[in-house]
C-alpha cells in the first residue's frame, strides 16, 4: 500500500509539471507582437532619434554659454623657479717660488614665486550678450520641434514596417496555399491524363499556372524577407508573430478645417521654421 501511494504521489507530481510546463510554452507561443508594442520598441531603439536626442542636448549646452556674458571673469595665474649662482674667483701668489695659484668658489641658490589674480565683470557690450542669449533659446526651440519632426518620420517609418510585415505575411501564406493547390489540380490532372479524360494540353496547362504559382511564392519570399530586415532596422528588435494593426481614425480631426489648422500652429516643421527666423533676427 505504501509503494502503490508513492507511485501515485510521483504521478501526480509529473501530471501537475506536465501542465504547468505546457501552460508556460502556450503563453509563450500565444503572446504577440502590437503595433503599440512596435512603435515603442522604435521610439526607444532607433538610431536615428538617438541621434537626434544627442543633437538636442549639444544645442542645449549654447544656453549656459550665452549666459556666461552676464556674469565675472575670475582669473588666477602662479608661476615658480628655481635659480642658482656660482661664483669661481682665481688669484696668484707672486711672493712665493713657484707662483701659487688660489680659486675662491661661492655659490648660491634662489628661489623665486609668483601669484596674480584677475576679476572682470562686463558692464555694457551693446546688448550683444543679450542677443545671443536670445539666439541660443530660440536654436534650442527650434532643436526640440526638429526632434519632434524626426519622432514623426521614425514612428510613420515603424508603423509602416509593421503593417508592411503583417501584408507581405500574409501574402507568402497566400501564395503557399496556392502552391499546394495548384500542386493538388496537377496530380489530378496527371490521373485523369492517365485515363484518358484529358490530354496532353491540360496537364501542360496545370504544370505552367504551377510553375507561376511557384515563382509567386518566390516573390512573396523575398518580400518578406525585405520586409523583415526593414522592421529591424526601423524598430530595432526582430519581428515576432504579430496581431493585427488597430485603426488610428479616432485620433484624427473629423472636419478638414481643424486638422488644416492644428498642422498651421502644431506642426513641428513650422514651428522649426518659425524659430528659425527668430535666430536669424537675433543676430
Known amino acids: ?26 503563453g509563450a507561443t500565444a503572446s504577440a507582437d502590437t503595433l503599440e508594442w512596435a512603435i515603442v ?54 711672493q ?16 623665486t614665486r609668483q601669484f596674480g589674480a584677475t576679476a ?9 550678450t543679450a542677443n545671443r542669449t536670445r539666439q541660443a533659446e530660440s536654436q534650442v526651440m527650434g532643436a526640440r520641434e526638429t526632434l519632434r519632426v524626426t519622432e514623426q518620420q521614425v514612428l510613420l517609418d515603424a508603423a509602416t514596417a509593421y503593417m508592411n510585415l503583417l501584408r507581405d505575411q500574409a501574402i507568402l501564406d497566400l501564395n503557399r496555399r496556392n502552391v499546394e493547390v495548384l500542386t493538388e489540380q496537377l496530380k489530378q490532372t496527371r490521373d485523369r491524363f492517365n485515363v484518358g479524360e484529358v490530354t496532353r494540353t491540360d496537364v501542360a496547362q ?35 508573430r504579430l496581431d493585427p494593426g488597430t485603426p488610428v481614425d479616432r485620433l484624427s480631426p473629423s472636419p478638414l478645417s481643424r486638422a488644416i489648422t492644428a498642422g498651421e500652429t502644431q506642426s513641428p516643421s513650422v514651428l522649426a521654421s518659425m524659430y528659425g527666423v527668430d535666430v536669424a533676427n537675433s543676430r
Open 1 to 26: 500500500m505504501r509503494g502503490r501511494g508513492l507511485r501515485e504521489n510521483i504521478v501526480r507530481r509529473l501530471t501537475v509539471g506536465g501542465i504547468a510546463a505546457v501552460a508556460i510554452g502556450y
Open 41 to 94: 520598441q522604435a521610439y526607444q531603439n532607433n538610431p536615428s532619434l538617438n541621434a537626434q536626442r544627442a543633437a538636442l542636448r549639444a544645442v542645449d549646452e549654447n544656453v549656459p554659454q550665452a549666459l556666461s556674458g552676464y556674469r565675472p571673469k575670475f582669473s588666477v595665474t602662479a608661476s615658480g623657479g628655481y635659480n642658482y649662482f656660482r661664483e669661481v674667483n682665481k688669484s696668484v701668489n707672486q
Open 96 to 111: 712665493v717660488f713657484p707662483n701659487t695659484v688660489i680659486y675662491n668658489s661661492l655659490g648660491e641658490s634662489l628661489g
Open 120 to 128: 572682470t565683470q562686463t558692464l555694457f557690450n551693446g546688448f550683444q
Open 206 to 240: 496545370a504544370e505552367s499556372r504551377l510553375a507561376a504559382g511557384r515563382s509567386q511564392l518566390l516573390q512573396a519570399q523575398s518580400n518578406y524577407i525585405t520586409s523583415q530586415a526593414n522592421y529591424r532596422r526601423v524598430i530595432g528588435v526582430n519581428p515576432g
